[in-house]
Nanobody, 123 residues
């Protein structure tokens, strides 16, 4: 099982980034996926989740209206479009694979994690 996250980088406040997470070695289309983030000195926190079909999504209040999660079940890839970025969005972003079909906030509902991609938003 491998989750390869990419797309992080340095961006100015107000800018946009699109993260990608390519999955292999698992039944991607039958499972929910999530994005989490972790800033230095803090715990990993929920950002967004999407159900196996893509029909249901959930977001943390802090990113609602700015971030969009989506997935392509043909390419086995989940995306996180991040707009109107703020300095407080600076963190390492992780994609995660759930053994279940739905959308979940809790880390405990995810079985596999990508290696993380760093997003830095300058003011």
């Amino acid at each position: 099982v491998q989750l390869q996250a990419s797309g992080g980088g340095l961006v100015q406040a107000g800018g946009s980034l699109r993260l990608s997470c390519a999955a292999s070695g698992l039944t991607f289309s039958r499972n929910g996926m999530g994005w989490f983030r972790q800033a230095p000195g803090t715990e990993r926190e929920f950002v967004a989740a999407i159900s196996s079909s893509g029909g249901d999504t959930k977001y943390a209040d802090s990113v609602k209206g700015r971030f969009t999660i989506s997935r392509d079940n043909v390419k086995n890839t989940v995306y996180l479009q991040m707009n109107s970025l703020k300095p407080e969005d600076t963190a390492v972003y992780y994609c995660a694979f759930s053994p279940y079909r739905g959308t979940y906030h809790s880390l405990g509902n995810y079985a596999y994690w990508g290696q993380g991609t760093l997003v830095t938003v300058s003011s």
